[in-house]
């Protein structure tokens, strides 16, 4: 089986688990990747996190994509429009 049927089933099998979202496909793609090339033990350049993600490796073992919160702006409750005044 090529490398490519590998990361092809793989990244069904995500889209499989994630209950078929769509719109997702390419993520799915590149977390395929990742997955063969860690369980191939291939080395080269690795893939590129997804914005809102951040790459991270643990005691020297692949890396894993993790995702990022945004912050909450301080004046998050501030948009809420005030109670109108009585006339």
Same mark, same amino acid.
Request: hydrophobic fraction near 35%.
């Given at each position: 089986?090529?490398?490519?049927?590998?990361?092809? @089933?793989?990244?069904?099998?995500?889209?499989? *688990?994630?209950? =078929?979202?769509?719109?997702? @496909? $390419?993520?799915?793609?590149?977390? #395929?990747?990742?997955? +063969? !090339? #860690?369980? !191939?033990?291939? !080395?080269?350049? #690795? $893939? &590129?996190? *997804? &914005?809102?993600? +951040?790459? *991270? !490796? +643990? @005691? @020297?073992?692949?890396?894993?994509?993790?995702? +990022? =919160? =945004? *912050?909450?702006?301080?004046? $998050?409750? $501030?948009? =809420?429009?005030?109670? &109108?005044? &009585?006339?």
């Amino acid at each position: 089986m090529s490398r490519e049927q590998i990361v092809r @089933d793989t990244a069904y099998a995500i889209w499989e *688990a994630e209950g =078929k979202p769509e719109g997702r @496909d $390419a993520e799915h793609w590149r977390l #395929a990747e990742e997955r +063969v !090339t #860690a369980s !191939t033990g291939e !080395t080269g350049k #690795a $893939a &590129k996190p *997804a &914005k809102g993600e +951040v790459s *991270a !490796t +643990v @005691d @020297d073992k692949p890396k894993a994509t993790i995702p +990022v =919160k =945004k *912050a909450a702006t301080g004046n $998050a409750g $501030a948009r =809420k429009s005030a109670p &109108k005044a &009585k006339s």
